[in-house]
Each structure stands twice: as structure tokens, then as C-alpha cells.
T-cell receptor
Framework: KQEVTQIPAALSVPEGENLVLNCSFTDSAIYNLQWFRQDPGKGLTSLLLIQSSQREQTSGRLNASLDKSSGRSTLYIAASQPGDSATYLC??????????FGTGTRLTVIP | DGGITQSPKYLFRKEGQNVTLSCEQNLNHDAMYWYRQDPGQGLRLIYYSQIVNDFQKGDIAEGYSVSREKKESFPLTVTSAQKNPTAFYLCATQGGGANEKLFFGSGTQLSVL
């Protein structure tokens, strides 16, 4: 069964710093990997979806990369802002209805 | 929330009571999912449905029931058999089968009185 790990569980950075969030998975036979943001008491907001054939996706200050062979994805956030403070979750899909979530990294950007 | 409506936002359950959480979508997505989220834990799958009138148990289905009578609706009932129901419940949809984006509702926080 796929295991998805996100380390660290929590991260604090000063405003303006560039940062990287990590997502590791054990089964490299994934269809895709998706990054989400979750604010306290809210649902998950999709940030980026990387298909298995892709290496990276970019949206604004966010860049997500995928290395299936090593079982890793990273979410790069440039020039972090206090509004980026949230929990970031990744999930992988290995088939229909086989969706596996990480436990998330709680990011705090300090003004 | 992207066309997925979960209600109510907060729900309180008395002991021995069944309660139903609503999930409605206007995205015309076939697949719908219910997840449970506990503090410090990842999302755990309760039930999912790929098509109307069909649904499958997820990893933690005991104490829960669902129905899928309409494509737009996938209500979740938390029965009295679920002894630890306090959690944040999230509904999600996915269109076009596998390999498509997952969309989430805004969630329902269920607490026990």
C-alpha cells in the first residue's frame, strides 16, 4: 500500500524567504501527484497537479517538481508571505479510487 | 470550494443519535468521496462512489453509511455505532475518472455533546 510522508510536520520561516516542502511516496507507479493548501477549519484548495509524465508545474510563486524514480515531490514557494501560512498536503493517485494523502506540513511565515 | 457545498458547517450529535452531513456538487463529476480528518492525522477515506446508485467502503467505513441516489448528492450518515465521531469531515469530487484533479468542499466539523 502506498505510503506518503511529509517532513517536517511544521516549519517556520521569516517573510521573504524561499522555501521547499517535501513529499515522499513509496510506490512510484503513480498517475499523478497533487499539492493542496488547507487553512484552519477549511477545506483543501488545489494548488498544483503534476501528471506522471511531467517533471514540474508552476503557478505564480509556486513550483512543484516530481521525481518518480526517487519517490519524491517538492513544492517550492518563492518570496514567502504571511498569507502563505497554512498546512500544505500532497497526495498521490495510483489508480481509480486509490488516493493516498500525506499528513501535511504546517507552514508559518513570520512577518 | 469550486461548486461543492457541504452543510452544515458545524454539527453537534447527542449520544445515540444519527446525523447526516450533506454534500452537493454542480461540477457534473462522477466520483465523490468522504474523508475524515483528525488533528495531526492525514485524511482517511470513509466511502466513495464512482457512479449513481453505487458506492464502496473506504478504510474506516464502520459506523458510517452513504447513499448516491443522484449524481449531484452524496450524503454521509454518522450512525450511533460510530463511537468517536468528533472530527472534521471533507467531501471531495473528481471528474473524468482517474488522473483528474480532486476538488474539496469546505468541510463539516462534527462534535459530540
Amino acid at each position: 500500500k502506498q505510503e506518503v510522508t511529509q517532513i517536517p510536520a511544521a516549519l517556520s520561516v521569516p517573510e521573504g524567504e524561499n522555501l521547499v516542502l517535501n513529499c515522499s511516496f513509496t510506490d512510484s507507479a503513480i498517475y499523478n501527484l497533487q499539492w493542496f493548501r488547507q487553512d484552519p477549519g477549511k477545506g483543501l484548495t488545489s494548488l498544483l497537479l503534476i501528471q506522471s509524465s511531467q517533471r514540474e508545474q508552476t503557478s505564480g510563486r509556486l513550483n512543484a517538481s516530481l521525481d518518480k524514480s526517487s519517490g519524491r515531490s517538492t513544492l517550492y514557494i518563492a518570496a514567502s508571505q504571511p498569507g502563505d501560512s497554512a498546512t500544505y498536503l500532497c497526495y498521490t493517485e495510483t489508480g481509480a479510487n486509490n488516493l493516498f494523502f500525506g499528513t501535511g506540513t504546517r507552514l508559518t511565515v513570520i512577518p | 470550494d469550486g461548486g461543492i457545498t457541504q452543510s452544515p458547517k458545524y454539527l453537534f450529535r447527542k449520544e445515540g443519535q444519527n446525523v447526516t452531513l450533506s454534500c452537493e456538487q454542480n461540477l457534473n463529476h462522477d466520483a465523490m468521496y468522504w474523508y475524515r480528518q483528525d488533528p495531526g492525522q492525514g485524511l482517511r477515506l470513509i466511502y466513495y462512489s464512482q457512479i449513481v446508485n453505487d458506492f464502496q467502503k473506504g478504510d474506516i467505513a464502520e459506523g458510517y453509511s452513504v447513499s448516491r441516489e443522484k449524481k449531484e448528492s452524496f450524503p454521509l450518515t454518522v450512525t450511533s455505532a460510530q463511537k468517536n465521531p468528533t472530527a472534521f469531515y471533507l467531501c471531495a469530487t473528481q471528474g473524468g475518472g482517474a488522473n483528474e484533479k480532486l476538488f474539496f468542499g469546505s468541510g463539516t466539523q462534527l462534535s459530540v455533546l
